[in-house]
């Protein structure tokens, strides 16, 4: 009696795990999208403004834009959507326990060799008393962000304009490729 008790508990529980497991990947897939929404949006807004004006015109779709775009994207569907890193611009990107160990944890494994470009993770976690997804990838450091990421190309008026905003910016000095920080996804389950 105590063995059946025992298989049925287990099988209760592996399809439990199981179910876990579907809704984990639907939720990646789910997640993916909206990162895909938020990080394509801000990109293309940023790149036609840069075109246009130049890179202190872009400084404005990053610093007024980007936030927007967040919770428009996030929105309706639940997600709540933001941008870290481990060297901030904007201390109100500041990441939150779960996403700056996450950080940490890319940064390790960017330092062994890995490309920032192939870097995500994702996982179920209890925070007060709720089940969070938590998702986060790492964004690489492109092209285009060496106009206000990088180090001594940056143009002076760039750097003026950053000063201005920014004046505690730590987000400079990046190379192309290089992790520039992350995009950082929660969705509450219950
Ligand atoms: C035209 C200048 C400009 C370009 C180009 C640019 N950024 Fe930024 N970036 C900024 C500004 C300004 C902020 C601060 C935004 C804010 O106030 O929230 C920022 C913030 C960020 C943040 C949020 C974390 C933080 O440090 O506050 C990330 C991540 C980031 N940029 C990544 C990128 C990546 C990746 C690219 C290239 C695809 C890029 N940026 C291109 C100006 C730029």
């Excluded at 997804?133 to 750097?159: D, S, W, Y």
């Amino acid at each position: 009696m105590k063995m059946k008790l025992t298989g049925v508990t287990l099988v209760a529980s592996l399809v439990a795990g199981m179910a876990m497991a579907a809704d984990k990947a639907a939720l990646v897939e789910e997640g993916k999208g909206v990162m895909k929404a938020f990080g394509g949006t801000l990109k293309k807004e940023l790149l036609a403004a840069v075109e246009q004006g130049g890179p202190v015109k872009g400084i404005e779709v990053c610093n007024v834009k980007a936030p927007m775009i967040a919770d428009k994207v996030g929105g309706d569907t639940g997600w709540i959507v933001a941008r870290s890193s481990h060297k901030l611009r904007n201390p109100k990107n500041a990441a939150d326990k779960f996403t700056a160990s996450v950080i940490q944890e890319f940064l390790d494994r960017e330092a062994k060799g890995e490309m920032a470009a192939d870097m995500a993770k994702a996982e179920i976690v209890e925070e007060n008393g709720r089940k969070v997804f938590r998702l986060v990838k790492a964004i690489p450091t492109g092209k285009l962000c060496m106009n206000c990421h990088g180090g001594e190309n940056v143009k002076p008026q760039v750097v003026e304009a950053l000063a201005t905003l920014y004046p505690d910016d730590k987000a400079r000095g990046f190379s192309e490729g290089q992790m520039r920080g992350v995009f950082t996804l929660q969705k509450v389950l219950d």
